[in-house]
């Protein structure tokens, strides 16, 4: 009988390991922990979190809520874990963190189909598998995957710009332009004015940053210099870099902007904006701050923070389609953080439809791709179709699914959010059986 390789039983991998395991295909699991520790993992528990215990927001007002509802539907180990673990958290979902990675190891040794390796893997094998490696996959394993997707499109370490919600962008204060009107204007800029630029730069030189690791500090050689560091130079070192203005005269005015801050298109659909330049490592809370002190984006929603933080992934764009193959080798699946999803949720969510398409490929049945109605297939979709050139990691978001056809243009962010999360949970129930 057909086998599946699963390397990696972190969030990813164990889910993927016990979507096989309950169609009744036998699994390989290979996790390398405690023979080889990560730096950020402390434990040899299958799924550990290695930061924070919240699995973020549990409500349908939001997109990682809708998602985690999703994962129920489809009978998730990680959800099953997280539920039965919980904690006391307000509206978030948070969990005991040994108990939630107990459940999920004893579910996963104790199956019958799964056998477990305590094992660090370093080449691809041959068959069916599926890589679930994480931000921190072992540096053999990484020379290898490197081998496959060629030097350019495997990375060390994610140095993100934060991204906007389309829609909560003051289209009155923003014009379109490329600098220089060179080629088809392809960004919204966001003039400010000297006084703007002021306040704009005491801020940022008092904001507070997320300290990096040890093991991250690396990534400031790599040459790419968050926005709050390069402020720290000097106040004119961003009119030089990723607020300059020349080329960018405002076509209302004609005038040129003392400063301008450049949003581009993040996503084919026109939803989502990322902050050019921008790459920073300032608390999610000083992001924000910082980011509405910029005219146009006062009341600017991100759906997505900047970070700076070691983290291998693929250039999922070029190399995957959205069933999680490889598209030069069927038989090879992608899963976890190393896909460019970001976050607890999402590896496991990407893990679960990894593990259900592997099932199909063995029971020779058509792969499935779930529909952009749902966050699930909404993150598949991104980050297969995501420009290539700019590919960062993504949570998951509401800028991700296709807009709503029939809604008034001013309708109120939390009723359109409630008509996303109904229609995605609508639609996954189609899917309840696969
Ligand atoms: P992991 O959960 O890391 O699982 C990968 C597994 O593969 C590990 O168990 C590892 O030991 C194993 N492995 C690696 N190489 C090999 C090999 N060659 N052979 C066999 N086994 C191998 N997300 C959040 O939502 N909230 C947070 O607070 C958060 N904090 C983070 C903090 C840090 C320091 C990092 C690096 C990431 C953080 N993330 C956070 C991002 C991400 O969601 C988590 O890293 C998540 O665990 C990713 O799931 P995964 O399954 O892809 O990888």
């Known amino acids: 009988r057909q086998r599946v ?11 993927a390991a016990w979507q096989l395991a309950k169609r009744g295909i036998q699994v390989d699991l290979y996790e390398m922990r405690p023979v080889r520790q990560t730096p950020a993992h402390h434990t040899d528990q299958f799924a550990e979190l290695v930061c924070s215990n919240s699995l973020r927001a549990n409500g349908l007002q939001n997109a990682v809520g809708v998602l985690k509802e999703e994962m129920r539907t489809l009978d998730s180990l990680i959800l099953k874990a997280a539920d039965t673990a919980s904690v006391p958290a307000g509206g978030a979902l948070a969990v005991d963190r040994h108990e939630f990675a ?7 040794k104790n199956h019958e189909n799964v056998t477990v390796h305590t094992e660090e893997l370093k080449e691809i094998p041959e068959g069916i598998v599926i890589v679930a490696t994480g931000p921190l996959t072992s540096p053999d394993l990484s020379a290898s995957l490197k081998a496959f997707t060629g030097e350019d499109y ?20 923003v014009y379109l332009k490329s600098r220089y009107d060179k080629g088809e204007a392809a960004y919204l800029n966001c003039p400010m004015t000297e006084e703007e630029f002021d306040v704009f730069y005491e801020e940022l030189v008092k904001a507070e940053v997320v300290p990096l690791k040890e093991f991250e500090k690396e990534i400031y050689f790599e040459g790419c ?6 402020a720290q130079r000097g106040k ?23 400063a301008v801050v450049q949003l581009r298109q993040d996503n084919s659909a026109g939803t989502l904006y990322n902050l050019v330049g921008f790459q920073t490592h300032l608390k999610w809370g000083e992001q924000k701050r910082i ?80 529909p952009r109605e749902t966050m699930l297939g909404s993150m598949a979709h ?42 995605a949970l609508e639609t996954i129930q189609q899917f309840k059986d696969l």
């Open 291 to 370: 980011i509405r002190l910029i005219p146009g984006l006062e009341n600017a929603d991100i759906v997505r923070y900047g970070v700076m933080h070691r983290n291998t992934f693929i250039n999922s764009p070029s190399l995957l389609k959205p069933t999680y193959q490889a598209r030069t080798r069927d038989t090879l699946f992608f899963a976890g953080q190393m896909t460019g999803v970001e976050g607890y949720v999402e590896s496991a969510a990407s893990g679960l439809l990894a593990g259900i398409n592997a099932a199909k490929m063995i029971a020779g049945e058509e792969l499935v791709v779930l």
């Open 382 to 423: 991104y980050i297969t179709t995501a420009d290539g050139k700019h590919f960062q990691p993504m949570n998951a978001n509401f800028g991700l699914v296709p807009t709503l056809e029939d809604a008034p243009k001013k309708m109120k962010k939390q009723e359109r959010y409630e008509r996303y999360a109904n229609r």
């Open 154 to 173: 495997l990375y060390f370490y994610d140095a993100a710009a934060p991204i906007l919600d389309g829609d909560t962008i003051d289209r009155d204060k």
């Open 236 to 258: 004119k070192t961003l009119l030089f870099g990723p607020m300059k203005p020349v080329g960018l005269e405002d076509p209302k005015t004609g005038k040129r902007p003392y």
């Open 225 to 230: 210099m968050p926005f709050e560091v390069m």
């Open 5 to 15: 390789t699963v390397i990696g039983a972190g969030l990813a991998g164990s889910e």
């Open 102 to 108: 107990g459940f999920i190891t004893e579910k996963l």
